[in-house]
């Protein structure tokens, strides 16, 4: 069965340094991976998603996440955190059939930026 | 063009009561995926409506059932509510296929519920 697995519950970074954020997956075939985030009152919003193609995904807000196969991971990164980018993130795969677009979520690392 | 909305934003119930959850999709999209958010996990899938039937359901019991109307808009039923029931209740809708096998989700902001 697909599983996503984010093995940071709580990362707490400055702001102005980088930031990478861990994704693990578990999926038999080329998986369509994305990364959302949750603020506060807030529903899910996309930052980006890799479906195929190249590896290195650009996203929204200065995000970009890396596909490597060999690895099973879809790590999230940043060069520069801001304040605002406190929230929490998850990392998801559409399971099953994908045309259902079940997705499938990791469980989310909450990012805390100190000042 | 307006998002995905939900209503109400929060709602408390009690043991074995009966909640309905609301979700108006995004103008243009017929297919609707409801998810849980319990504290501090991730969603979790419950199911998702295409043109008015259930295409695809997660490991939620029957008591949660749901609805699709003809303008897409869509409900969550769930009966008999239980203490574990308490979570963010999350709406997406995607549109209709345009030669891509997953059509992205859009999410609303939610409905808390709080069972007592």
């Known amino acids: 069965a697909q599983s996503v697995t984010q093995p940071d519950i709580h990362i707490t970074v400055s702001e102005g340094a980088s930031l990478e954020l861990r994704c693990n997956y578990s999926?038999?075939?080329?998986?369509?991976l994305f990364w959302y985030v949750q603020s506060p009152g807030q529903g899910l919003q996309l930052l980006l998603k890799?479906?195929?193609?190249?590896?290195l995904v650009q996203g929204i807000k200065g995000f970009e996440a890396e596909f490597k196969r060999s690895q099973s991971s879809f790590n999230l990164r940043k060069p520069s955190v801001h304040w605002s980018d406190a929230a929490e993130y998850f990392c998801a795969v559409v399971g099953g059939s994908s045309n259902t677009g079940k997705l499938i979520f990791g469980q989310g690392t909450t990012l805390q930026v100190k000042p | 063009e307006t998002g995905v909305t939900q209503s109400p934003t929060h709602l408390i119930k009690t043991r074995g009561q009966q909640v309905t959850l609301r979700c108006s999709s995004q103008?243009?999209?017929?297919?609707v995926s409801w998810y849980q958010q319990a504290l501090g996990q991730g969603p979790q899938f419950i199911f998702q409506y295409y043109r008015e039937e259930e295409n695809g359901r997660g490991n939620f019991p029957p008591r949660f059932s749901g609805l699709q109307f003809p303008n897409y808009s869509s409900e969550l039923n769930v009966n008999a509510l239980e203490l574990d029931d308490s979570a963010l209740y999350l709406c997406?809708?995607?549109?209709?296929?345009?030669?891509?096998?997953?059509?992205?989700?859009?999410f609303g902001p939610g409905t808390r519920l709080t069972v007592l």
């Open positions: 999926y038999g075939a080329t998986p369509y």
């Open positions: 997406a809708s995607s549109a209709p296929g345009q030669g891509l096998s997953y059509n992205e989700q859009f």
């Open positions: 890799y479906f195929s193609g190249d590896t």
């Open positions: 103008s243009g999209h017929n297919t």
